[in-house]
């Protein structure tokens, strides 16, 4: 969190008000036919009616805290200070007026006249400002703190969202494919095989390197997802077919939450039916501050499928920027669009 100061202008004034209502508190006690005394009882008084006054201050600003100003927070936290400052300056002023009364009634001194109701008026103001310069720091301070806490706490469902992409990524499953694909190509092809087993090594390792992380280079997710869908083009033959139309300057100096591209791809081979009589088309098109993955549809029945892969992306782009994945579903497509972050958009 960047650190806030005042501007110098901003200092003088303050200083200029503060002493200025001192000085004036100073000319108006001059005034009085009465100096004001000691007595316990009396003065006991005046530090309940301090208390009370910043009481009266604390809750006013609990109270404003707790509204919801959206995109407009330094007018909560401008109010957040002045209201309850006025309420304590108000508060103390009535007490005051009581007290004098009280005074008057039992010790015979002045009832309460003008000097003293703005004397009151002042020191409520001066009591005022100060308490409420004091909790506004202490809450100010609260709300840094829990700002941090919130930044770990983001941290943390960030780190476990990656991790259940890794668990889905290293799904038994999805291995046993490969390792089938693997076993038929030895013998037919083995030199697609041994390509096939490197592309495979490669997302793999590409996988354990950046399930912790936070945003990883576009350009770097882009070229393995690549490697993955040659993977797959190779597994599916004819039946997966694949139109890139992903232009490399989009992608220059954008990120994404690791893995997302190849959780997507898997998405799409989890869901649909690929085979001799049940092609399917995948595409890939960029544009400025987006990637968007289409396929074709020809869904298949997924048993127990919680649709958490989906769920996932949508979580970490939640925790990370205020840019929305875009999902839509027509009748024979569906379609999502995922934010190309730089990394000043890094939450």
């Known amino acids: 969190m960047k650190e806030q100061r005042l501007k110098w202008y901003t200092r003088f004034f303050v200083a200029l008000v503060v002493s200025s209502i001192l000085f004036l508190m100073i000319w108006v006690f001059s005034q009085f036919k009465e100096p004001p005394g000691f007595n316990v009882l ?46 304590g300056t108000l508060v103390y002023a009535v007490l005051f007026y009581c007290f004098k009364w009280f005074d008057h009634y039992l010790l015979g001194s002045e009832p309460p006249l003008l000097p003293h109701m703005v004397s009151a008026i002042l020191i409520g103001l001066v ?25 770990e706490a983001y941290k943390t469902e960030i780190v476990n969202a990656n991790l259940h992409t890794l668990r889905n990524q290293l799904d038994p499953h999805f291995l046993f494919n490969n390792f089938n694909t693997i076993y038929y190509l030895v013998d037919e092809h083995p030199e697609m095989a041994k390509k096939f087993l490197k592309n495979v090594s490669d997302i793999y390792r590409h996988i354990l390197k950046h399930s912790r992380g936070h945003l990883i280079p576009v350009i770097e997710e882009y070229k393995v997802t690549m490697q993955y869908l040659e993977v797959l083009k190779e597994r599916f033959g004819e039946a997966f077919q694949l139109e890139n ?6 992608l220059k100096e954008k990120h994404i939450p690791p893995l997302v591209l190849h959780e997507l791809v898997e998405n799409v081979i989890k869901h649909n039916q690929i085979d001799a009589a049940n092609s399917l088309v995948l595409k890939l098109l960029s544009s400025e501050g987006y990637l968007t993955l289409s396929n074709t549809l020809n869904p298949k029945k997924v048993g127990d499928s919680t649709k958490s892969g989906l769920r996932n992306i949508l979580t970490r782009y939640d925790l990370l920027t205020e840019s929305k994945v875009q999902v839509e579903r027509s009748e024979d497509c569906f379609s999502v669009k995922i934010p190309l972050i730089t990394i000043n958009d890094e939450s």
């Open 127 to 151: 009591l005022s400002l100060i308490f409420g310069l004091v909790l506004w720091v202490v809450t100010w301070k609260d709300s840094y703190y829990q700002a941090i806490l919130k930044n």
């Open 245 to 250: 139309k992903v232009e490399q300057h989009h």
């Open 42 to 87: 009396m003065n006991s008084l005046l530090l309940l009616m301090a208390f009370v006054c910043l009481e009266s201050i604390r809750l006013t600003q609990h109270g404003l805290l707790r509204w919801n100003f959206e995109n407009v927070s330094y007018v909560k936290d401008a109010l957040a200070f002045v209201v309850p400052v006025l309420v």
